[in-house]
């Protein structure tokens, strides 16, 4: 299929009920897209004149494998899909000693279990038109980050399953790419990190820009993983990190 009969397929984007996932669906749909998020809450602030079309919302628990199988059922009843940004994920901060199976099993679900059932229900479709656009986000934080045992080692699964999946589906015109962010001014960041505090200050001094990043700024790379244009780049890790992958800010 060419680029050119792709206007219509729909995006998803999942965990876009606020931050990077809003900022991502919000973008998406300033550029035309048919955009459809899926999380447990409605996106804020996202209903906009200036869309073209306005976004729309499923309710699913994704860590609910039945309720998942449920909702893309629906979605593929009525949709083509043609864009999939799994940007949902949970983080469970904790030592080796920590670490719990609840705990794993909980970050393993999120991260990597749902992305994989999710890209399992919109394949066949991809597949049929030749066509398809694939986001996974990862985080800085597989270059080492202590207290984060389960985390970095389920976004570290997240490159892993890129890299394998871009070799399986590029014969079929589908590209599959990931974005690692660094340290991004979300609401979630600031809970941890309050404004004038040292923590906070010790993250920004060890970031090469000297800033935070912005939720626009990884849904930046996200909107270029997704152009139909794009068609010849498949299977590669952008760090939107502010320079901390080079620099060697192993803390953060």
């Known amino acids: ?3 050119q009969n792709t206007d219509d397929f729909l995006t998803i984007v999942t965990g876009a009920s606020s931050g990077l996932g809003a900022a991502t669906a919000h973008k998406l749909a300033l550029e035309g897209r048919r955009v459809l998020t899926l999380q447990r809450r409605p996106p804020e602030n996202l209903m906009r004149e200036s869309y073209r079309y306005p976004i ?7 860590y609910d494998q039945v309720a998942i199988d449920q909702v893309t059922q629906l979605i593929n009843q009525k ?3 043609g864009y999939l940004v799994n940007n949902a994920g949970v983080n469970r901060p904790g030592s080796i000693e920590a ?3 609840d705990d794993l099993d909980a970050v393993w679900q999120l991260n990597i279990k749902a992305p994989i059932q999710l890209i399992q229900a919109f394949l066949p479709q ?3 038109n030749r066509f398809g656009r694939i986001v996974n986000i990862s985080s ?5 980050k202590t207290e984060r045992i389960a985390y970095v080692s389920s976004k570290m699964g997240v490159v892993g399953l890129t890299l394998s999946l871009s070799l399986e589906l590029a014969p079929f015109g589908i590209t599959v790419n ?3 962010p660094g340290p991004v001014e979300t609401e979630l960041f600031t809970r941890g990190h309050p404004v004038g505090s040292e923590r906070r200050a010790f993250v920004i001094d060890s970031v090469p820009m000297k800033r935070l990043g912005t939720p626009e ?3 930046r790379g996200i909107s270029f993983f997704l152009s139909p244009e794009n068609g010849f780049i498949t299977g590669q890790l952008l760090y939107v990190c502010g320079g901390i992958s080079v620099s060697g800010s192993g803390g953060l």
């Open 99 to 101: 670490v719990t199976e």
């Open 126 to 128: 991809m597949k049929a």
């Open 1 to 3: 299929m060419s680029v």
């Open 140 to 144: 800085r934080a597989i270059l080492g």
């Open 56 to 62: 729309e919302f499923m309710e699913v628990d994704l």
């Open 79 to 81: 949709y083509q899909v």
């Open 217 to 219: 700024d990884v849904a």
């Open 178 to 180: 990931v974005i690692a």
